[in-house]
């Protein structure tokens, strides 16, 4: 995934605006709730990265 961290937040936030707004069905609700997913273990990646990068300059 090459999307930034802004990126995912922004495709986080979608996401969530379109699971709430109740308008899906079940099928597509769970397809967006996985891909969700994917992006918040990409955030979290990112996150963990840049985190190593401060400790190590830190250091």
């Known amino acids: 995934m ?3 961290f802004e990126e995912t937040m922004e495709a986080l936030e979608k ?3 379109e699971l709430e ?3 899906l069905s079940l099928d597509d609700s769970v397809a967006k709730y996985t891909e ?3 992006l918040s273990k ?3 990646d ?3 990265n840049a985190e ?3 400790t190590v300059k830190e250091e």
């Open 21 to 23: 707004s109740g308008n």
């Open 36 to 38: 969700g997913i994917e």
């Open 2 to 4: 090459d999307k930034t």
């Open 42 to 44: 990409h955030a979290y």
């Open 15 to 17: 996401i969530v605006k």
């Open 52 to 54: 190593s990068k401060l």
């Open 46 to 48: 990112l996150l963990k």
